[in-house]
T-cell receptor
Framework: DGGITQSPKYLFRKEGQNVTLSCEQN?????MYWYRQDPGQGLRLIYYSQIVNDFQKGDIAEGYSVSREKKESFPLTVTSAQKNPTAFYLCASRAEPNEQYFGPGTRLTVT | AQSVTQLGSHVSVSEGALVLLRCNYS??????LFWYVQYPNQGLQLLLK??????LVKGINGFEAEFKKSETSFHLTKPSAHMSDAAEYFC???????????FGKGTMLLVSP
């Protein structure tokens, strides 16, 4: 089955630690996205990548970093500089025209 | 820049009643429009999309939406609600040539027996 996998489903970290969220797709899509979801705020774009070795900042990139070394993979690192990292994180990839497919999400809790 | 407004953060209906979720968009060029559904602690699933073909779009699970350019609207409807329709629904807009989607803040649909 083609799709997007995100791991782990739940992640707990102490404040001050960096943490990396995994996103893998086997849909052969070029473009991939990371969103943050908070209650009542919809989805906000963190970073996106349209091709391997290239990525662009979204609306709320501060405190996050990404890499795109392989077409299938787009990991997101939440750094200690992110002031309020507790949230639900969603990864997506894009088919044309602009239809996005989403993974199941990772719920990150930082205490 | 594009934007989406979803009217009503929560909508309550009885099982069997009409579902109407409202979405208005702003775009300087003809847009692509999407409706997604999200069940608790899950990712988003595409319900339907408008990409400049027929203005009445049919989607999965009996949902449909009509693109009305004069009203800049793309409201989602379903004739008869089912308990399994209870979820959060997101409207999104993009334009040809741009690679990002802009999402509304979502509408939670509550279905009572």
């Amino acid at each position: 089955d083609g799709g997007i996998t995100q791991s782990p489903k739940y992640l707990f970290r102490k404040e001050g630690q960096n943490v990396t969220l995994s996103c893998e797709q086997n849909l052969n899509h070029d473009a991939m996205y990371w969103y943050r979801q908070d209650p009542g705020q919809g989805l906000r774009l963190i970073y996106y990548s349209q091709i391997v070795n290239d990525f662009q900042k979204g609306d709320i990139a501060e405190g996050y970093s990404v890499s795109r070394e392989k077409k299938e993979s787009f990991p997101l690192t939440v750094t200690s500089a992110q002031k309020n990292p507790t949230a639900f994180y969603l990864c997506a990839s894009r088919a044309e025209p602009n239809e996005q497919y989403f993974g199941p999400g990772t719920r990150l809790t930082v205490t | 820049a594009q934007s989406v407004t979803q009217l009503g953060s929560h909508v309550s209906v009885s099982e069997g009643a009409l579902v109407l979720l409202r979405c208005n968009y702003s775009s300087s060029v003809p847009p692509y429009l999407f409706w997604y559904v999200q069940y608790p602690n899950q990712g988003l699933q595409l319900l339907l999309k408008y990409t400049s073909a027929a203005t009445l779009v049919k989607g999965i699970n009996g949902f449909e939406a009509e693109f009305k350019k004069s009203e800049t609207s793309f409201h989602l409807t379903k004739p008869s609600a089912h308990m399994s329709d209870a979820a959060e629904y997101f409207c999104a807009v993009s334009v040809p040539g741009y690679s990002t989607l802009t999402f509304g803040k979502g509408t939670m649909l509550l279905v009572s027996p």
